[in-house]
């Protein structure tokens, strides 16, 4: 499961402790279920999960999941604390959340985006090209919108060819720039 953090989707950042998995687009009949958008690589863990934490602005209320199906793109989920369509209805537009502690461990070499985002990305020689501020999803590899630094915005593909290290407590990304990808004359 790879959530995406709600500042990647132009929202502001839920709880440090948690991560978006779901965001909350409407009803779904009138026995109080929910359609959700799931903000995950893999939208069929939703079948794993017990609890999530309901989440917006300064609301953050745990709910036990009784029932998960899927539709389309979506999830369609039934909570036992939300009974009907009035209670589903204060959940729109709000997200559902789980705990850091409870995403699976992923393969050496992989990341979270909440976890690339916000990195100081330096070049070969160790110069300061700015910082991830958005991940854009592409289908063939994500690009990474890097702002804040001498050339302006750079949007630097996520390759391996490209991104050659990233090391999460030093908060850095060390990157070889694509030949083009920058204006030398700009810095």
Request: charged share 30%; with cysteine; proline share 7%.
């Amino acid at each position: 499961m790879n959530p995406t953090p709600w500042h990647a989707r132009g929202r502001a950042n839920p709880p440090e402790d948690l991560a978006a998995v779901g965001e909350v687009l409407t009803t779904q009949g009138n026995k109080g279920e929910v359609k959700v958008r799931p903000l995950t690589d893999d939208p069929q863990r939703w079948s794993e999960l017990t609890r999530v934490f309901f989440c917006r602005a300064e609301v953050r209320e745990e709910l036990t999941v009784e029932r998960v199906r899927f539709f389309r793109r979506f999830v369609v989920v039934k909570f036992k604390e939300i009974d009907g369509l009035a209670e589903a209805e204060k959940l729109r537009g709000g997200f559902l959340c789980i705990p850091l502690a409870e995403r699976k461990p992923l393969p050496a070499g992989s990341y979270y985006l909440d976890q690339i985002l916000g990195l100081s990305v330096l070049d070969e020689t160790g110069s300061f090209l700015g910082k991830v501020e958005d991940i854009l999803p592409t289908g063939a590899n994500d690009v990474y919108v890097v702002r804040g630094g001498p050339h302006g915005e750079i949007l630097l593909p996520a390759l391996k060819s490209v991104v050659l290290a990233v090391d999460l407590p030093a908060g850095t990304m060390k990157v070889r720039l694509p030949a083009g990808l920058v204006d030398e004359d700009d810095g």
